[in-house]
């Protein structure tokens, strides 16, 4: 399993996605260009320039006609996925870092960190993607405020009747769309939530931490279905559409990674099975942490993105489809 090495990036790596058919790839980092690739073969299509800031997080609207940005620089951003043209942004006086579309694309959901004395929010704003270029700047319909600490992730749930965050401090929380009130937290790890991700079928989260653990959470609930522990930070982890297989990223701080060997950095992107919770295989290949992991939506690829500014597009050999690893 060879993979392709892409080179877009001067700075880390913050986030990795694909879009609906699997046949796009989008990379944010924290330079200011995300950048757009093919999934197959890791070509670059183009980049996206205007961002002042890092770009921490991206969505895609279903038809992959739109991306959405949410950066550092205080702006949510709307481009237009194939030419790179910015259509649309949203200026807030906070910096922002998560965003989400609802199902029928009619919300958005993006959070802003606190920043001098404004607390961590939830915001929502209304997107009719038809108009935007003569709504340049509008503010969210509704703004929510969360409790103290970075809101890492948010996404919508329930047909968007209800949202869920990740947040620094291990709390996993849900909010009503409608009044913004907070329905149920649970403390589900030790440390920082670094990523979270949703399963195919919508119905539970894989949560990454700085406490060296991935879960596997029911949205319904909260609940902890499945402890996944490494030894090693966990900066990302994302959930098999295809198998029982979760993966994971992470490895030691960046601070750290010039004092030890990549084999002792963990630096590896880690198999688990999702039931048993036992870790089947590892592929090597990064010079520092794994920053964030995806699975291709048909589950024959996957893709990370790592401290060292290189993202790696994996196919997997027929061996991963012929094997049975429990």
Not at 281 to 289: D, I
Request: glycine share 8%; hydrophobic share 35%.
């Amino acid at each position: 399993m060879r993979p392709y090495l892409l080179k877009g990036h001067e700075r880390p790596l913050t986030q990795v996605k694909y879009n609906a058919e699997g046949d796009l790839l989008v990379s944010c980092a924290k330079n200011l260009q995300p950048c757009l690739w093919y999934a197959d073969d890791g070509r670059r299509v183009g980049t996206y320039e205007g961002h002042n800031g890092a770009v921490w997080t991206c969505d895609f609207t279903l038809d992959s006609s739109r991306l959405i940005t949410s950066s550092a620089d205080q702006t949510v951003r709307v481009w237009n996925l194939p030419t790179g043209q910015e259509l649309h942004q949203i200026r807030m006086n906070e910096p922002c870092r998560a965003c989400h579309l609802s199902v029928g694309e009619q919300l958005l959901a993006f959070t802003t960190d606190s920043f001098m004395g404004s607390p961590p929010q939830l915001h929502l704003v209304d997107m009719d993607l038809q108009d935007f270029g003569e709504r340049q700047g509008s503010a969210p319909k509704a703004s929510y405020t969360a409790p103290k600490g970075r809101i890492t992730r948010v996404y919508f749930t329930d047909c968007n009747r209800q949202l869920i965050t990740s947040h620094d401090g291990g709390w996993v929380r849900r909010w009503d769309t409608e009044t913004g009130d907070m329905l149920q937290e649970v403390q589900v790890h030790e440390d920082a939530i670094q990523d979270m991700q949703v399963s195919p079928d919508g119905s539970y989260v894989i949560t990454a931490s700085l406490d060296k653990t991935a879960k596997l959470v029911d949205i319904a609930s909260l609940e902890t279905l499945k402890t996944y522990k490494t030894g090693r930070f966990v900066q990302s982890a994302a959930i098999s559409p295809l198998y029982d297989h979760v993966l994971l990223g992470g490895g030691q701080d960046a601070s750290q990674v010039t004092t030890t060997s990549a084999k002792a950095g963990g630096f590896e992107a880690r198999f688990y099975h999702k039931v048993y919770a036992e870790e089947f295989g590892n592929v090597r290949g990064h010079f520092g942490p794994i920053n964030s992991v995806a699975f291709a939506p048909d589950g024959r690829s996957f893709t990370t993105g790592g401290e060292d500014g290189y993202v790696r597009i994996h196919h997997f050999d027929m061996d991963y489809f012929t094997t049975r690893f429990f």
